[in-house]
């Protein structure tokens, strides 16, 4: 299986911040990376797909990047709808797998 | 609109048995793969598998192969997850999910449903 470990678990930031999460995979997973956004006590939500291709009706503000084993999601100025946990996954090979998310908390 | 409306919360004891399901509405549910996932409490994501609903073809995660029976009714639309004899480690939110292809042979998901919470306990 393929690995797949976020870092920070855990990001206090403020409104209007520059924020960054990393996913680094076990092995490459070319450009078969998705980001999820998951608010307490719903399902998550695609944010981006294919590395960096914004999903319909999400906010440009998101950013995807990277190749390979180690990616990033960016977000350019944090506002208050963002406080959630975000998950990566990797879909290059079967077992899908996920990060263990990275909750981003009001600080 | 895409929707995938899971059914209820369970309570159940170890041992016994429970199929949950998951209905699709508003696309072809015969040109998606449809996949289960898990979230224990406090926990982060796993997938379990996956059913293409035009022939039932089924992939499994290694860590759930055995463990649950994932199936299709495509006459309704409808998905189901089961477990012959639940543990209380399979308390858990289940989700399942709608996975897209964009004719890359790599497939994400796009669309969730809401959950089904199974709580086991005796």
């Known amino acids: 299986d393929i690995q797949m470990t976020q870092s920070p678990s855990t990001l206090s930031a403020s409104v209007g911040d520059r924020v960054t999460i990393t996913c680094r995979a076990s092995q490459s997973i070319s450009n078969w990376l998705a980001w999820y956004q998951q608010k307490p006590g719903k399902a998550p939500n695609l944010l981006i797909y294919?590395?960096?291709t914004l999903e319909s009706g999400v906010p440009s503000r998101f950013s995807g990047s990277g190749s390979g084993t180690e990616f990033t999601l960016t977000i350019s100025s944090l506002q208050p709808d963002d406080f959630a946990t975000y998950h990566c996954?990797?879909?290059?090979?079967?077992?899908?797998?996920f990060g263990q998310g990275t909750k981003v908390e009001i600080k | 609109e895409v929707q995938l409306v899971q059914s209820g919360a369970e309570l159940k004891k170890p041992g016994e048995s429970l199929k949950i399901s998951c209905k699709g509405s508003?696309?072809?549910?015969?040109?998606?793969?449809i996949g289960w996932v898990r979230q224990m409490p406090g926990k982060g994501l796993e997938w379990m598998g996956n059913?293409?609903?035009?022939?039932?073809?089924?992939r499994y995660s290694p860590s759930f192969q055995g463990q649950v029976t994932i199936s299709v009714d495509k006459s309704i639309s409808t998905a189901y997850l089961q477990w012959s004899s639940l543990k209380a480690s399979d308390t858990a939110m289940y989700y399942c999910?709608?996975?897209?292809?964009?004719?890359?042979?790599?497939?994400?998901?796009?669309?969730w449903g809401q959950g089904t919470l199974v709580t086991v306990s005796s």
């Open positions: 999910a709608r996975q897209r292809d964009d004719n890359t042979g790599h497939i994400k998901i796009d669309y």
């Open positions: 294919d590395v960096s």
């Open positions: 508003g696309y072809s549910f015969t040109s998606y793969w």
């Open positions: 059913i293409w609903p035009g022939d039932s073809d089924t």
């Open positions: 996954q990797q879909y290059n090979s079967y077992p899908l797998t």
